[in-house]
């Protein structure tokens, strides 16, 4: 484990990064202390989608439950239309119909056939189904002109599922298609993980409520863009989103908000989590819990610590929205997704070339920010405090640790976010 020196103690001034730790790292340890949510819900199919299943279900009867039409035509036994052909036609007297919903109970005998629609029962004599397509009608009386064998576009009872087989496992993501297949099981509800509860804090005496404040801010005041951004990442990876109330540079406020913040299996904070006196946040992980890291070699983003306090799991990230919105795409939703059951997300790529030279630190790995125009990397990235710096991006380009500068006409990938 590594901590930032001086964390642990009360102070006052400025406390340098010890160590920070490089950034597959911070990401490693924080998956591997994270472990998917227990417990489940019920739900509505129709509210269910997305969601994990808890069990598995196996079908309770045959689906479908009876032989049944797969066309529109005429149901026959098969063995009076041997000899049908162009030359010499077949006619079957129609002696009733067969819709879908409703039994033919009538007899079909020799030298007889059925109006049979798709999804209708087959009569228990008949023995195939021969498309509308294919056959004449005249009054009562239908020609055939091709020979049948039994079976002919017949589905058979259970021939989708048949009782008792397992066809939706737990641990399964519920696709349309999942739901489906539950749904013609008759079922109305199914069992899913639970999701996780993540609680928002933003920080900073300087923030402003969107819903107390119209208007511009006052001097030196700003609304809080990173609880927005943050739900946003956070229900999408699949979690439940607590919205808690903005937190003063004080330790009260923290020690207020963790508070408030109990029961939540995670707790994602935003700004004072570096190193300056207002700092507080790394504090209260210190005083709480156990700090895992603080200090990521990464840019944007280092300021960020993860603590553990007891079952919860607490992510603090710098306050500027550049720096917590990169820091949340890469680190904060694997998380999620890993705490929600959901498999790792498959990153896109785009291959593009960079139109503009760019620079980075040596000693952190950077996600630099990109916008695509056709096979064009546009580098958008204004300042780690400016809010229009992602809002132009499709994706980032990383550049790695050691790498100073990246030449313009440099092929990259891009990964969007
Ligand atoms: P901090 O991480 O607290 O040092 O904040 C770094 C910068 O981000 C400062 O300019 C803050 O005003 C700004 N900032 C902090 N929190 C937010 C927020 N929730 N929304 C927008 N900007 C913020
Ligand atoms: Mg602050």
Not at 141 to 159: E, K, L, Q
């Amino acid at each position: 484990m590594r901590t930032m020196p001086g964390t642990t103690s009360a102070h006052g001034g400025m406390r340098p990064f010890g160590a920070v730790v490089p950034f597959e790292e911070a990401r490693r340890l924080m998956l591997d202390t994270a472990a998917p949510v227990e417990g489940c819900d019920t739900l509505d199919l129709t509210a269910a989608a997305g969601r994990l299943l808890s069990f598995d279900i196996a079908a309770p009867f045959d689906v479908p439950g009876f032989d049944r039409s797969a066309m529109d035509g005429y149901a026959v036994r098969a063995r009076d239309l041997a000899t049908a052909s162009a030359a010499a036609p077949v006619w079957l007297t129609l002696v009733g119909r067969a819709r879908p919903g409703g039994v033919f109970d009538g007899v079909v005998g020799e030298g007889d056939c059925v109006d049979i629609a798709t999804g209708a029962p087959i009569p228990v004599d008949a023995d195939a189904v021969v498309m509308v397509e294919r056959t004449h009608r005249d009054q009562g009386r239908v020609r055939f002109t091709h020979p049948a064998a039994p079976g002919d576009h017949v589905s058979r009872r259970a021939n989708d599922v048949a009782a008792g087989a397992v066809v939706l496992r737990a641990g399964e993501v519920l696709t349309p298609a999942r739901l489906g297949v539950a749904a013609s099981f008759g079922l109305r509800t199914v069992q899913v993980r639970r999701r996780p509860v993540v609680a928002l804090v933003s920080s900073g005496d300087e923030l402003l409520e969107a819903t107390t404040h119209d208007g511009a801010p006052g001097p030196g005041q700003i609304y809080d863009a990173n609880r927005t951004m943050l739900a946003a990442i956070c229900e999408a990876a699949g979690a439940t989103v607590r919205v808690l109330p903005l937190v003063r540079d004080a330790m009260a406020h923290w020690r207020a908000a963790f508070d408030a913040a109990a029961g939540a299996d995670l707790i994602v904070c935003s700004g004072g989590s570096s190193v300056g006196e207002q700092d507080f946040g790394s504090d209260i992980l210190a005083e709480r819990g156990e700090v895992i890291f603080h200090g990521i070699a990464v840019k944007p983003g280092k300021p960020t610590a993860f603590a553990r306090i007891g079952q919860q799991l607490v992510l603090a990230m710098p306050g500027n929205p550049t720096s917590c919105l990169s820091n949340a795409y890469v680190l904060l939703r694997p998380l999620v997704r890993h705490l929600a059951g959901l498999p790792p997300l498959h990153e896109q790529t785009r291959e593009a070339t960079l139109t503009r030279e760019l620079k980075s630190p040596v000693d952190r790995l950077q996600f630099y920010p990109v916008r695509l125009e056709g096979t064009r990397a546009i580098p958008v990235f204004k300042g780690s405090g400016d809010v229009t710096s992602l809002s132009d991006a499709d994706g980032y380009v990383s550049v790695p640790l050691g790498v100073s500068h990246v030449a313009a006409g440099t092929p990259v990938l891009v990964t969007l976010y």
